[in-house]
């Protein structure tokens, strides 16, 4: 079996973008080396700041929450219930679970408690997307709750992966302003605050890697709704690409933010947000309450929709074998 | 050997004694994608896998 190539004790995991293997104790070591080089190489927080992880349950955010933990940081949890049937159950679960255990502060918000909707709900009254719904609701509360609480700064748990997959897709497009904004830190300004992304330089193979180890339990089941989405395709295509060339991702992500992204910020004036009429929020929508406000206006007046009822046949036969649902087909 | 498979979460029977990247391409998932768990902990791809292990097989992959 192979050997660790820090201590040649045996190996738990085969990392071919580094091309070595790791005991548990160096892979911890070498995960936390990472973070803290991403933490500092983009001046995202010190260890004096007041840190707010948002947490979904899945592994990045609950092992990002760890690993911060584990370095000394002062980080408090976030957790949102987003009404997706029995996925959010076992979601808001294993996060109480995690925060209890270890004696942290967590915030929690119920979307349809505290707003009147849920995700399936929303994505029906406004035939968005339910993921798109779905990043909305929690960009906006996000920043509210960090705002709210007094927090320094609001991270998330998008690795390397997950950016490497939104750049592909913004590339694929030229979506230039998305390209623009594609960011590991951005800097507290009108009104929005500081946000950051710590595990930009790790994998979603090396944070799964991270919760075994550290034996800590994480929703492994995909999101019903995001089951077959755009994102998850342009993961598969670089997932093809990086078996064939392992390291490719991370050239292809790190490299943009070091030799592209100064390029397409270089010269460009940010608008200056105003704030939302309704909720005071800031917002680029001038004389209009923001995105969420209309979202909560359009969602709250529609009657409550179950998860499986906007889920096409494909999703919804997927739902039912993960969580054993046994409800008609009404559709 | 007895195979636990996520997502959904489901048991395959197949043949022990190799390598778990074999039986990973055997059962036709990618191993960069994939975490092999024997007997509660987290191995590479070229430990070996035994008859009376019991292994379970993690997709790492998330779309949220």
């Given amino acids: 079996m192979s050997k660790c190539r820090a201590c040649g004790e045996p190996a738990v995991i085969d990392l071919a973008r580094h091309n070595a293997n790791f005991c548990a104790d160096h892979f911890i070591r070498l995960c936390l080396r990472q973070m803290t080089r991403a933490i500092d190489d983009f001046s995202m927080f010190s260890r004096e700041d007041r840190i707010l992880v948002a947490v979904s349950g899945g592994k990045d955010s609950l092992a990002l929450w760890d690993m911060l933990i584990m370095e000394g940081y002062h980080a408090a949890g976030l957790y949102i219930g987003l009404g997706i049937g029995e996925y959010s159950?076992?979601?808001?679960?294993?996060?109480?679970?995690?925060?209890?255990?270890?004696?942290?502060?967590?915030?929690?918000?119920?979307?349809?408690?505290?707003?009147?909707?849920?995700?399936?709900?929303?994505?029906?009254?406004?035939?968005?997307?339910?993921?798109s719904a779905c990043g909305l609701a929690k960009r906006h509360l996000f920043d509210s709750a960090a705002r709210e609480h007094g927090y320094d700064v609001l991270v998330t748990g998008h690795n390397l992966d997950d950016e490497a997959a939104v750049l592909f897709g913004n590339t694929l497009r030229w979506d230039v302003e998305y390209l623009r904004r594609q960011a590991p830190v951005l800097a507290a300004s009108g009104g929005f605050g500081r946000k950051a992304k710590p595990l930009v330089r790790l994998t979603e193979r090396e944070m799964a890697a991270w919760c075994v180890i550290r034996g800590i339990d994480y929703v492994v089941e995909e999101c019903p709704m995001a089951l077959g989405n755009r994102h998850l395709a342009y993961k598969e295509s670089l997932a093809g690409l990086e078996s064939r060339s392992p390291g490719v991702t991370a050239s292809f992500f790190l490299g943009f933010l070091e030799r592209m992204a100064p390029i397409l910020d270089a010269g460009v004036d940010h608008d200056d947000p105003v704030a939302c009429r309704q909720c005071g929020a800031p917002t680029s929508a001038v004389d209009e309450s923001c995105a969420f406000c209309r979202l909560v206006s359009t969602a709250a007046a529609h009657e409550p929709v179950p998860v499986r009822l906007v889920l096409d046949r494909r999703r919804r036969k997927a739902f039912d074998e993960q969580w054993g649902t046994t409800t008609m087909e009404t559709t | 050997m007895i195979v636990q498979l996520r997502q959904p979460r489901r048991e395959v029977e197949v043949r022990g004694g190799r390598p778990a990247r074999a039986v990973l391409i055997e059962l036709g998932l990618a191993p960069e994608g994939h975490l092999v768990i024997r007997n509660?902990?987290?191995?590479?791809?070229?430990?070996?896998?035994?008859?009376?292990?019991?292994?379970?097989?993690?997709?790492?992959?998330?779309?949220?």
């Fill in chain 2, 40 to 64: 509660g902990t987290l191995v590479p791809s070229d430990a070996e896998l035994g008859d009376d292990d019991l292994v379970e097989i993690r997709p790492v992959v998330s779309g949220g």
């Fill in chain 1, 89 to 131: 159950d076992e979601s808001g679960r294993l996060v109480r679970q995690f925060a209890s255990e270890r004696g942290l502060t967590l915030h929690e918000i119920d979307l349809r408690a505290e707003h009147g909707f849920d995700i399936p709900t929303a994505a029906k009254a406004t035939r968005r997307v339910p993921c």
